[in-house]
């Protein structure tokens, strides 16, 4: 069973940046697509990024310019540097690796 864990999330003032990370283990075969998605107080969960194992990456326009995804295939891990950061971006921040989600980690952006 593939087990995906995010950390890297916490407080942060507007303006300033947070690097999430998030890792999957118990599986051996690749991870074609790996992503984050996020969920606001009182919203739907939204789609952030993702990055395919060739490298080419994908944003929301919210975060466009401001969020970069990366990845390292060996360690079948993913990273999410968010510069800039918003109050809007406050958020439950979610990682998927392929068909498996993780459990979530919150990000705070105070004003």
């Known amino acids: 069973q593939v087990r995906v864990v995010e950390s890297g999330g916490g407080t942060v003032q507007a303006g300033g940046s947070l690097r999430l990370s998030c890792a999957a283990s118990?599986?051996?075969?690749?991870?074609?697509?790996m992503g984050w998605y996020r969920q606001a107080p009182g919203k739907t969960r939204e789609y952030v990024a993702t990055?395919?194992?060739?490298?080419?990456?994908d944003y929301a326009d919210s975060v466009k310019g401001r969020f970069t995804i990366s990845r390292d295939n060996a360690d079948n891990t993913v990273f999410l540097q968010m510069n800039s950061l918003k109050t809007e971006d406050t958020a439950v921040y979610y990682c998927?690796?392929?068909?498996?989600w993780g459990k979530g980690i919150l990000v705070t952006v105070s004003s």
């Open positions: 990055i395919l194992e060739s490298g080419s990456s």
């Open positions: 998927l690796m392929g068909d498996d």
């Open positions: 118990g599986s051996s075969d690749s991870i074609v697509v």
